[in-house]
């Protein structure tokens, strides 16, 4: 229990003395000098007032906070220094006093209330101008959906849109009050929106303001060009309502051409043109638009569009055919695919083997591409094209011949890349798929890993719960291919495949080809009805009577029903594999149709010409009589010449060839981008480059014009286009062209040649070539780009500059020096 005077207490809780007292007499506590003695108790009872009393700021209860912090924080940094402490302790007395917190409070509530207000006045801003948008889009909208009425309705919307504008005209001639402007303001861009589109319809609005340009506008579009009585129409209109746009019915036949196109729409074939050029396909007057194209044109310039087969031969045909009789299940055509060497040939030479010939003496003759086999659950027929080139060609032509699948995977060597495509084919078909996995004589086969692998293609085995039968065969010893057979038949079941046996016949072309002796012979599967001896046909675009009709082995036969392959003799020409082929009651009419179909297949080819690039040269090469991707391939040497000839030449399969059509050592010159316009074919330009004159027909034609400088790029480039695989490839894009003009020598570089731009921009980053009569001759980069001393990092078109080409000295007065970048670019189609 010590005693302390008021002094020493206020030395102990570092306070003035006078503070003290007056807070020890506030404490109720009798003090009045510094001497004086303060008992525990009475320090207790100021300790008490202090603790309780709101306003003065206390020393102690903060350094008491102080003091454990630092406690605290000493132990939890242990070993450092006290910098932390005290850090602690200056923290500690920003404790703030209830008022002061009160305070903080109230400010922190009225920021509060303030942001809230804030927040409040920005969403009605927001709000606001929300509104005007909206009310803004509406107003756009409007002209809009009223030119669409145009469209519709010409004559009863445009009437009160008119009137509007010239009362106000009159009544108002100078006045130019605020709601006046606005109106006018709203109108200018009603007419905006109407006239940025370029459609025929939208030009009637627009001559209501000028109405001076009224008759002209609407006339041409009436006379299309041709009218004569200007004076006339002029005349009429003068005192009527303007007409609205003229949307005419466009008749599009399975070709058009520009000029026709312009005259049913009444346009002029410029304006077509034009738009054409603007579409991104440059057209002449002459030019054979195919269906699609014209159909996009017709519409787009705001016409209707009724697109009429030309076929109304066909259709007369086609109706003059009466296909009638009782349907009668008819047996499946099966086609084998399968990875090469997996035993396809070996599997349909096994079952013509056993199945066919065995009774017949002599055996077999030759092969037609198509045979049947007898069985005891029914009748098979195979179309005996091994490869997928048969089937999607036919697929192609949009021919289904096939009704199942046989997929043959040898158990040794499993799913490979071809089977894999095989899967996708017939899955795209929609065609059912049995599995004959062969090879199980063998000693390594591994059946099982044949269904996983498979499986994962979604060819699911049916013991798994799937639909794909597997049938394990051997075709060299024969085994399992009844089962195959009977699981074929199981499958044609499921398919409930008919026919009509008495009805006139008709089918699909399997192959053909022109025997020395026999002419053009085809072989015709029989899909449906009966064909005959005699009968008169007509195959795709060529027709004839049968003079003779034969089996798959070779023997005459007198007629051939449904899922009967033949050959058949007496046609004027080779059809091709897919053609279709009709028994047609008389050859006036199988004449006709052929010619309209030999004149519609070039027009439609003509048409299609234009889309030769290499991307889709795939898809546009089914469309063609012969599969084949040209190519004008012009080189810097004859070595590399003849060396990418000769790998190019080897790249086709029996699907598709590739033909050099043109080549070349030098630079792509314009007749040679006139070659690959007249053949349809890609142009390679290998270390060279096309002249000014090539490349403007490039452009123009929209030719696919491709540079390289590894000859494996190239390959592979083709090979993908071969097989439609074409994906993103890194292409080389030519930044810039500076032409030499000059060469000097600089001690610190070497030759430096003094450069024109020609073309786009130099960089200094980048990598260049020097190009001399178009032909790359150096590949490297540039040691310093110069404009006058100046170290330039770009240089543009039109300016000079000074290039000094790294380990390169030998640039020439005329080279040209080419920077270029490489780009990854997705495929196109
Ligand atoms: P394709 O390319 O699919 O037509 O395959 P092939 O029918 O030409 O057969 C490729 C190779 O596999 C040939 O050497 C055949 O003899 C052999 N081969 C085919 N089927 C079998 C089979 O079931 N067992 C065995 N051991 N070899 C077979």
New binding site residues.
Partial sequence: MTQVTVKELAQVVDTPVERLLQQMREAGLPHSSAEQVVTDNEKQALLAHLKSSHGDKKAEEPRKITLQRKTTSTLKVAGSKTISVEVRKKKTFVKRSNEEIEAEKQRELEEQRAAAEAARLKAEEEAKRQAEEEAKRQAAAAPAERSEQVAAAPAVVDEPVAPVVEERKKEEPRRLDKSRSDDADRRGGERKTTQHRPTVKEKAPAPRVAPRTIDEESDGFRRGGRGKSKLKKRNQHGFQAPAGPVVREVSIGETITVGELAQQMSVKAAEVIKFMFKMGSPATINQVLDQETAQLVAEELGHKVKLVSDNALEEQLAESLKFEGEAISRAPVVTVM?H???????LLDYIRRAKVASGEAGGITQHIGAYHVETERGMVTFLDT?GHAAFTAMRARGAKATDIVIL?VAADDGVMPQTQEAVQHAKAAGVPIVVAV??I??PDANPDNIKNGLAALDVIPEEWGGDAPYVHV???MGTGVDELLEAVLLQAEVLELKAMPSAPGRGVVVESRLDKGRGPVATVLVQDGTLRQGDMVLVGSNYGRIRAMLDENGKPVKEAGPSIPVEILGLDGTPEAGDDMTVVADEKKAREVALFRQGKFREVKLARAHAGKLENIFESMGQEEKKTLNIVLKSDVRGSLEALQGSLSTLGNDEVQVRVVGGGVGGITESDANLALASNAVLFGFNVRADAGARKIVEAEGLDMRYYNVIYDIIEDVKKALTGMLGSDVRENILGIAEVRDVFRSPKFGAVAGCMVVEGTVYRNRPIRVLRDDVVIFEGELESLRRFKDDMAEVRNGMECGIAVKSYNDVKVGDKIEVFEKVQVARSL
Avoid: E, L, Q
């Fill in positions: 399968g090469v060497d997996h035993g396809k040939t070996s091994p043959v062969n090879k004589d063998k051997s075709a060299k």
